[in-house]
C-alpha cells in the first residue's frame, strides 16, 4: 500500500534558495517518490513519465491515456491532447499549411478499428475549455513568454484536476506534472523555474498543514 501522506510532507526536497539539493535532480526525486508507491501506483506514475517523452506522443499512446483507469491520467492527457494539437495548428496557420497538417486525431493505418477512436472521443465542442487562452497565449510574439504562458495554463490546469485530492494518488501524480514543469525552466530559465519551485513549494506546504498555512 503507497503511503501518500509520507510522501506528500516529505516532499519537494529543496534548498532554502528553491532548488534540488546538491546531487539530486528530477530523476532522484521520482526515485524517491516510486520507492513509497505500490506496484499498482508505480505503474501509473510510469505512464506519467512516459507522456513527458516527445517520442511517445503518438495515436497510440493517447488511446491508451484516454483510457486509463486512473481519471487524473486521462483528464491530463485529454488536456496534453489538446494542448499539442493547438500549438500543431497554430504552426500550421504561420506556415500557411493545412491547419490538420499532422495533427493527433486518433485516426491512422497504425491505429486498429477496435482502438479509440480520439477524434470523436476528445474534440466534442466545447470540451476544450483552455482553447481561448491558448489561442491568446500562442499569439505572443516573445517565445519564452508563449512557453511560459502554456505553462501557466497547464499548471492551473493540474490544479483544477488535482482539487481536494490532498493525500492520496491524485496528489502526487499532480505533484509530479507540475515537478517536470518547474525542472524544464531551470534549464530554459533559471530565474524563472526558481519561482516556479517557490510556488510548487508553498503548495505542498500548504497540502500538508491545511488550507490555512500561510508560508512565511
Sequence with gaps: MSNYEYIISSLPFLTTDYSYDEGKDFDY???EIRRDLSDKDAQAL???LEGFRPDSLGP???ARALRHPEKFLREYFRFDLNLR????RFLNQELGRDPDMDVVSGKGDDMEDMDLDIDLYRFRPGEFEEAAKVDSV????DL???EKGLDDITWEKV???GLFHYFDLTSVLSYVAKLHIVDRWLSLDEEAGR???RKLVQEVRGTFKGVDFKDK
Design 138 to 141: 500562442l499569439a505572443r510574439t
Design 144 to 146: 519564452l513568454s508563449r
Design 60 to 62: 497510440d499512446f493517447y
Design 29 to 31: 526525486v521520482i526515485s
Design 85 to 88: 494539437n493547438a500549438k500543431v
Design 46 to 48: 510510469d505512464f506519467l
Design 195 to 197: 519561482e516556479l519551485f
Design 159 to 161: 490544479d483544477s484536476l
